[in-house]
C-alpha cells in the first residue's frame, strides 16, 4: 500500500531564518505531488504542484520555492521566513488519470517568530 | 478556474441529531467532487468522492452527499452524529485536465455536543 510521509510535524523557526520541509511517497511511482498551505482559521491553498522530477509549477507568488529532486520527493524550502509563512503546510500526492483523489501527510505546523 | 464555497464555518450540533454541510462549486467544465475531513491537527482524509453515475455516495461511517448538477451543489449529510464527528470538514473540486489539482472550500467546523 502506498504510504506519505512528511516530517517535520512541528517546526518554530525566527524571521529570516532558511527553511527546508519534507515529503517522500512510498509503495507508488510517479505521482504528481503536491504543497498546500492552510493558514489559520482559512481553507487549503495550493502553493506547488509537480507531475515529474524537476517539474515544479507554482501556484500563488510567495516567500517559497519547491523541488523534486527524485519520483518520491518533494522538498519545500525558503531562504528567509517571512512571520507571513506561519501556517500549517499539507504535503500529498495523486496518481495520474483514473482515480483522481489525493492522498494527504500529516502536515508540519511552521511558527515563524 | 473553480471555486468552492461552504457556506458555514462552523457547526454546532448534538450528539445523535441530524447535520448538512453546505457546498457549493463554479466551474466551467465538468469537476470532479471530494468531501474530505481533517481531525486537529492532523492530515486530511477522503471521506467520500464523485467522479461520475449515480450522483448520491456515501461513506463508510454513515456520511452521504449528493452531486446536484442545476444546483452546482454537493451537500454532505450524517443522520446521527457522534461526539468522534468533531472534526473540520473540507469541500474539494478538481478536474481531470488541470493536473487532479484540488481546489478547497473555506471548511466547516463541525462540534458534536453531549
Known amino acids: 500500500s502506498q504510504t506519505i510521509h512528511q516530517w517535520p510535524a512541528t517546526l518554530v523557526q525566527p524571521v529570516g531564518s532558511p527553511l527546508s520541509l519534507e515529503c517522500t511517497v512510498e509503495?507508488?511511482?510517479?505521482?504528481?505531488l503536491y504543497w498546500y498551505r492552510q493558514a489559520a482559521g482559512r481553507g487549503l491553498q495550493l502553493l506547488f504542484y509537480s507531475v515529474g522530477i524537476g517539474q515544479i509549477s507554482s501556484e500563488v507568488p510567495q516567500n517559497l520555492s519547491a523541488s523534486r529532486p527524485q519520483d518520491r520527493q518533494f522538498i519545500l524550502s525558503s531562504k528567509k521566513l517571512l512571520l507571513s509563512d506561519s501556517g500549517f503546510y499539507l504535503c500529498?500526492?495523486?496518481?495520474?488519470?483514473?482515480?483522481?483523489?489525493?492522498?494527504f501527510g500529516q502536515g508540519t505546523r511552521l511558527t515563524v517568530v | 478556474a473553480q471555486s468552492v464555497t461552504q457556506l458555514d464555518s462552523q457547526v454546532p450540533v448534538f450528539e445523535e441529531a441530524p447535520v448538512e454541510l453546505r457546498c457549493n462549486y463554479s466551474?466551467?467544465?465538468?469537476?470532479?467532487l471530494f468531501w474530505y475531513v481533517q481531525y486537529p491537527n492532523q492530515g486530511l482524509q477522503l471521506l467520500l468522492k464523485y467522479l461520475s453515475g449515480s450522483t448520491l455516495v456515501e461513506s463508510i461511517n454513515g456520511f452521504e452527499a449528493e452531486f446536484n448538477k442545476s444546483q452546482t451543489s454537493f451537500h454532505l449529510r450524517k443522520p446521527s452524529v457522534h461526539i468522534s464527528d468533531t472534526a473540520e470538514y473540507f469541500c474539494a473540486v478538481s478536474v481531470k485536465a488541470a493536473g487532479n489539482k484540488l481546489t478547497f472550500g473555506g471548511g466547516t467546523r463541525v462540534l458534536v455536543k453531549p
Open positions: 500529498a500526492w495523486s496518481l495520474k488519470g483514473g482515480s483522481t483523489e489525493a492522498f
Open positions: 509503495g507508488t511511482s510517479n505521482p504528481n
Open positions: 466551474s466551467s467544465v465538468s469537476v470532479y
